[in-house]
């Protein structure tokens, strides 16, 4: 029986640059990313593409057409693809909050435009066939809770026209769901907003294996707990049901998804706030069997295959640099998403 070629295998870039910098330790140049992505192997298969972070010292948001051009060049000389690409929405580099004032949605939108018109020139270069743009709120949870309703209403507002914006250039938006954005901090919290912006062909959500298996636990949101208190890890069958509930509601909205391993606890590094530590994927304290549990995102709540995008990522955001610049690191992230693949994916 041949293998599966589906979803795609892919690499996030921006571990290289997410909770570096500042106090933290300095950023890994986009260069030596694609570097140890294409030279990853496991039996003969290799990574298909990387998803991209649209800032700098990456890749600038201002990148002119001709740099895009080059940048397509030299990922496609590499034998890999381009998936989804990441717009810059946050107010340190040039974006905005969604709950902001009347400028900072305008220039929250104007990063979504920005990325969009990178994402159709990768199009148009023939490197990126597939994935999409994702954002979040660019707003803390602090900032949402002080008046949840109306700033649901001008996170939705803000989508509604990042939605225009992408629908202009055929590109679809995901929502990251990750425990410190406002408004996407609870998969309670993420569906009020998705259904707020009722857009459901353009916005999705991009789910994260390691920020989703806090949303089981609460945090930020304790009314969302679908794991009890004091819970027992030794408990799968718990585990598996309250993984399960999360991704019956959220699964429909899922246009990306992201492979990972979480230890059940909350990392920051840098200026990045607190959110689901992404662990190595053999890490021993990792809470998720990552090939089974990636299953509830693949299929549907009968077991079948949904076929909802057609690439995978592995984001390993905030590791270590020491964990990072070993190759080592990378081959066993390949081969834990082609277990995924085999058990979950498909051929055509």
Not at 300 to 305: A, E, M, P, R, T
Request: glycine share 10%.
């Amino acid at each position: 029986m041949a293998a599966n070629i589906y979803p795609k295998l892919h690499n996030a870039m921006w571990p290289g640059l997410v909770g570096k910098g500042g106090d933290s330790e300095p950023p890994i140049d986009l260069d030596t990313m694609l570097s140890m992505t294409a030279k990853a192997e496991v039996n003969g298969v290799k990574f298909d593409g990387v998803d991209l972070f649209l800032a700098d010292p990456h890749t600038s948001i201002d990148s002119s057409p001709d740099e895009i051009k080059k940048l397509g060049d030299k990922i496609s000389n590499l034998g890999l693809a381009v998936g989804t690409v990441i717009a810059p929405v946050w107010p340190p580099v040039g974006g905005g909050s969604a709950m902001g004032n009347a400028t900072d949605r305008k220039q929250f939108v104007e990063m979504v435009r920005k990325a969009c018109a990178i994402g159709k020139q990768l199009k148009d270069h023939g490197v990126r066939k597939y994935g999409v743009v994702r954002i979040d709120s660019a707003a803390s949870v602090e900032d949402w809770a002080k008046d949840p309703v109306a700033n649901t209403k001008l996170i939705a507002q803000t989508f509604r026209e990042a939605c225009d914006v992408a629908e202009s250039y055929g590109e679809r938006l995901a929502a990251e769901g990750e425990i410190c954005w406002g408004g996407m901090h609870s998969w309670k919290a993420m569906i009020d907003t998705l259904e707020a912006v009722g857009r459901p062909k353009t916005l999705g959500f991009q789910a994260d294996m390691a920020h989703t298996l806090l949303y089981t636990m609460g945090y930020n949101a304790p009314e969302s707990r679908l794991l009890p208190e004091n819970f027992d890890w030794k408990d799968q069958a718990v585990l598996d049901a309250a993984l399960k509930q999360m991704t019956d509601k959220l699964r429909p909205w899922t246009f990306d998804f992201h492979v990972a391993q979480n230890d059940g606890s909350v990392f920051g590094s840098g200026s990045h706030d607190k959110t689901g530590r992404h662990c190595q994927v053999k890490d021993p304290n990792g809470k998720l069997d990552v090939t089974k549990h990636a299953g509830l995102w693949l299929r549907d709540g009968s077991g079948n295959l949904t076929k909802a995008f057609q690439h995978m990522c592995w984001d390993g955001c905030m590791f270590p640099n020491a964990v990072m610049m070993q190759q080592q690191t990378w081959n066993d992230i390949l081969g834990a998403m082609i277990k995924v693949r085999d058990a979950h994916g498909w051929q055509a």
